[in-house]
């Protein structure tokens, strides 16, 4: 019930929407729906809800014009109904809206399904009926599948199918057994865990009942889910489904797929094996199948490669029967007993190879299905060649699972049907045997024998059989019985199905197949009834003709000129036209417009074109024109042609043909000098020569194409070709500064003499005036480049200017004035440089101070102290300006006087020390200068010098006890003049 019930919701949904997406304007009947539409929000609260469409259905469905409305802002809606009557009223949000992700579809009143739906009355009496509508808030239900060891079950399909009807939705679980539901229809649901592979269940199927665990077994009743909240307590402890995973392989351990796989159940109560299953049932793409089975139960297994229908797989070989475990017959397969350990088994049979595999076809029966009137079989399309067929009659046995029961003797390809096969479905099969191939037998269709029934003229087919013309069954009426149950048509092609109407249109596919009609009518007589089928046909299903006038060809058969195909008026139109354009009789390659251009190679040749006509449904058409006479020769486009390049000795000149036609065009070119052939000059280029020097040159190019008459054109005569003069490259000499000139430097122009002119460029402009062969640089200049263009005449010759490169930009001139020194001209003294004014300011100023005219190293600052190393020489200073945009400038100062030698700075020597014999007394000299000074000691004992004591320090000896003792001190230093100074006595020496 709860299938049929969703099927049906389903398909009043499918007219709501479709009435929801165009939605005309309505005519006021005076009859009306009205009301509000309410949701509970989040917090339980029922508010307006707005973006909600209604549909009212009249309850007997006998009105189908559009009865809808639309929720305002305030949930209020009103709906025009036809006439009075019950309704239905069904509720839904607009799809994509916030309402659509938050409510349910609801049917007035409460109702997710129209079977429960409660009826609205509108009458004359009241015309104005109020339904109020509230949709319900959809829940979310979580859980988690896991095995009854806890183990986290994915890939489990997890639903909620609402009990009364209506949205149903499912996701599976994660890799953690985890699942959400949303938008779940809240009020009593039916919510399933189940393996989503259905022919493969690893898993048994649990329901929820609503608490925190699930059940095998349909809750009764159903739990029931509230509006809004989030149920997290839907979980599933599956079971594995006991059963066999039965697997086909061949030889090598490949599996085969579509092989029909048969199980047997053994009944304990009658002792039979039983087939539960209908077919066939093929193995998947890895050679298996599935089958549950019940624990202690007792089962059998086989595998049978005989079905050749569409869904059977296209092989080349095919394989002999076998059961499990290796056995030929499921009488001697091995008994599997289903255990409660393992659940699940593999069950894998190894099928040996029978045979090849013949194409077979499923024979249909024509004819009348009745008693006394004669059945055609036809068996379709066996291959391959050579494939013997046999026919065996039989019918379908529907009390023992449809068995076929042949007719002893009925071998032939007709069968009368006798009256003790009334009421039987009549059928044929057809086996066809070929050494080498598997013997293959295939059914057809039964057919009820009919009794008692006949039709008042017999079953004809009318019309054109061919392709988009209406075939039409017409027969008389059904006689016989006291009521018709039912008729009915059923068409086929080549036995194939192909339609149930009472007419048939030929489509492309049904070209040269063999088209037939049975009529069925099922007929009663008070409790008996009895099926008459009569049969018309076949006919062949043929291509339509075309009507195909011959083409003609019109324009001017000379190579070059276009032709044209007239194909004249195809139908029925329209019609779809090729074409193919032949050379004596031959195609010519990409000639395939309704226009060609005649090339030579048609030259002497006929032309025809063949236009070819393709319709769907019609025959292709092919018609050729008759032959245009011999195509002629064409005269080719041929222009005067010109001459480039510079007619000078030593330049080449170029043959501009221009456009010859039509391309390709083979051109051939000749030089001429002064009227003259010149031998070899035959190329589109040519290089003169001083042999050309004072003559004029032509060049004639002569154009061939096969099919076309050659043609000749000369160009005008250039001028006198002139001599090439001898022209180097000049360069620019000079100092490129303000104020000062720069040369150009010519080369060597010849021959000699050569009259040369000279122009300066500033930055690329021309200098007005500037045509000497020197240019003084003005301020102007600054920061530009010069260039001179040097122009070389010579009669005879043609005039040659060549230009220099460009110099480096130009610079200013600094004003640069000569330094001076001042200072003592004397070691240890400090001389100054005063640079004068450099302009223009500023000027950034370095120096170099130079001893005899050699840089003193470190020496570069603006003074300098003089050293001992400059005494004697003399000292000078160069200044170098430097600024951005003018020349570097140095300049030196007049040497000074040679340098004297210095002063030294001295002071008194003291000595410290006890005066007593055997002490030691110290030198004390004081600070001498300028650091470093070498110092000198001389002791002396009463004024008379010690012999050896010239150190800083000596020690009394008991000869210098009661003398006096001086020290004298001598400082020198290179460049400066020695200095003596002696100390004072000291005391006497005790």
């Not at 500064?737 to 460029?761: E, S």
């Amino acid at each position: 019930m709860r299938r049929l019930v969703v099927v049906t919701l389903t398909a009043v949904l499918g007219i709501v929407l479709g009435l929801a997406a165009a939605t005309p304007a309505q005519a006021a009947s005076g009859y009306t729906i009205t009301g509000v539409v309410t949701g509970r929000d989040a917090s339980g609260a029922l508010v307006p809800l707005d973006d909600v469409y209604l549909y009212a259905q009249p309850v007997d469905w006998q009105d189908d014009r559009d009865h809808y409305g639309t929720a305002d802002a305030s949930g209020r809606f009103t709906i025009d109904v036809t006439k009075p009557g019950d309704y239905t009223l069904y509720a839904n949000c607009h799809t994509g809206t916030a309402c659509a992700d938050t409510y349910a579809a609801q049917y007035y009143d409460q109702s997710p399904g129209w079977g429960d739906a409660k009826t609205i009355v509108v009458s004359t009496t009241s015309p104005t009926a109020t339904a109020n509508v509230r949709l319900p808030r959809f829940a979310t239900v979580k859980g988690r599948v896991t095995s009854t060891s806890g183990a986290a079950i994915p890939g489990i399909r997890v639903e909620s199918v609402p009990t009364s009807g209506g949205s149903v939705v499912g996701t599976t679980t994660d890799a953690t057994g985890a699942y959400t539901l949303t938008k779940v229809v809240p009020g009593e649901v039916s919510i399933t865990a189940r393996d989503a592979d259905w022919n493969m269940h690893a898993w048994d199927a649990e329901y929820w009942d609503g608490t925190s665990v699930s059940t095998p077994d349909y809750p009764s009743p159903d739990p029931v889910l509230p509006e809004g909240p989030t149920v997290t307590t839907a979980n599933f402890e599956l079971a594995p489904t006991t059963g066999f995973y039965g697997e086909a392989v061949d030889a090598a351990g490949a599996p085969i797929q579509g092989v029909r796989w048969v199980t047997y159940t053994h009944n304990a109560e009658t002792g039979q094996w039983e087939t539960p299953q209908y077919g066939p049932l093929m193995t998947d793409e890895n050679g298996r199948f599935f089958w549950r089975t019940d624990v202690g139960g007792r089962y059998k297994l086989c595998f049978v490669d005989d079905h050749y229908g569409p869904e059977a797989p296209n092989r080349e070989t095919r394989y002999a029967s076998r059961c499990w475990d290796n056995a030929a017959t499921s009488d001697t397969a091995t008994i599997l007993t289903q255990p409660t350990s393992p659940a699940q088994r593999t069950l894998r049979v190894v099928l040996p190879v029978a045979g090849k595999s013949l194409t077979a076809s499923e024979p249909w029966v024509d004819g009348a299905s009745r008693v006394g009137s004669t059945l055609t079989a036809h068996a379709n399309a066996w291959g391959p060649s050579g494939v013997q067929l046999t026919y065996q009659w039989g019918w379908y046995d529907t009390t023992n699972r449809w068995a076929f029961v042949p007719v002893a003797g009925a071998t032939g390809t007709t069968f009368v049907p006798t009256s003790d096969l009334a009421g039987k479905p009549v059928a044929v099969r057809v086996t066809g045997s070929l050494s080498g191939y598997v013997t293959t037998t295939m059914s057809s269709i039964g057919y009820e024998v009919g009794k008692g029934v006949a039709l008042t003229s017999p079953l004809q087919i009318s019309g054109s059989a061919v392709v988009g013309q209406t075939l039409t069954a017409n027969h008389g009426t059904p006689v016989g019985g006291t009521a018709i149950d039912y008729d009915g048509y059923e068409w086929r092609a080549d036995g194939a199905y192909a339609g149930q109407q009472k007419t048939l249109t030929l489509t492309n596919d049904m070209v040269g197949k063999k088209i037939s009609v049975r009529y069925y009518v099922r007929t009663v007589t008070g409790n008996d009834d009895t099926t008459y089928v009569a049969s018309a046909g076949p006919v062949t299903a043929q291509l339509g003709t075309l009507t195909a006038p011959t083409p003609t060809i019109t324009g001017t058969a000379k190579a070059g000129s276009v032709l044209t195909a007239v194909p004249g008026a195809w139908g029925p139109a329209p019609v779809t036209l090729t074409y193919q354009w032949k050379r004596a009789g031959v195609a010519i390659t990409g000639a395939t417009a309704s226009t060609y251009t005649l090339t030579g190679s048609d030259t002497g040749k006929t032309i025809t074109v063949t236009v070819t006509g393709t319709k769907s449904g019609y025959a292709t058409a092919a018609k050729t024109s008759a032959a245009t006479a011999a195509v002629a020769a064409g005269m080719l486009t041929a222009p005067t042609p010109t001459i480039s390049g510079t007619r000078t000795v030593g330049y080449t000149l170029t043959a501009v043909p221009g456009t010859w036609g039509p391309a390709p065009v083979t051109l051939a070119y000749q030089w001429f000098r002064s009227g003259v052939a010149i031998t070899g000059a035959t190329a589109s280029t040519y290089a003169l020569t001083s042999t050309d020097m004072g003559k004029t040159l032509t060049v004639r190019v002569t154009g061939s194409k096969t099919g076309y008459t050659s043609a000749a054109k000369t160009s005008a005569a250039t001028t006198t070709v002139l001599g090439a003069l001898t022209a180097p490259t000049p360069t620019i000499s000079g100092t490129r500064t303000v104020g000062y000139t720069l040369t150009a430097v010519p080369g060597t122009w010849g021959p000699a003499p050569v009259t040369l002119a000279y122009q300066w460029f500033r930055y690329g402009a021309a200098i007005t005036g500037a045509t000497a062969s020197t240019y003084r640089l003005t301020s102007t200049d600054m920061g530009k480049t010069m260039t001179v263009r040097v122009t070389g005449s010579k009669s005879g010759y043609m005039s040659v200017a060549k230009t220099s490169g460009a110099t480096a930009t130009v610079l200013g001139a600094l004003t640069a004035p000569t330094p001076t020194v001042s200072g003592t001209v004397k070691a240890g003294y400090r001389l100054t440089a005063t640079p004068g004014t450099w302009g223009p300011s500023p000027v950034t100023l370095t120096y170099q101070w130079k001893r005899a005219g050699v840089a003193i190293t470190g020496a570069t600052a603006s003074s300098y102290v003089l050293t001992g190393s400059d005494t004697g020489k003399a000292i000078t200073v160069t200044v170098t300006g430097t600024k951005t945009g003018y020349m570097t400038v140095a300049r030196t100062s007049a040497a000074t006087a040679a340098v004297a030698a210095g002063t030294l700075t001295t002071a008194t020597p003291t000595i410290s020390g006890t005066r007593t014999v055997g002490s030691r007394l110290t030198a004390v000299p004081g600070t001498w200068g300028p650091a470093p000074v070498t110092l000198r000691y001389q002791w002396y004992r009463s004024g008379v010098a010690i012999s050896g004591a010239t150190a800083s320090t000596y020690v009394l000896t008991t000869t210098d006890r009661t003398r006096t003792m001086t020290v004298r001190v001598t400082g020198s230093k290179t460049g400066y003049t020695s200095v003596t100074k002696t100390s004072a006595a000291t005391a006497t020496i005790t």
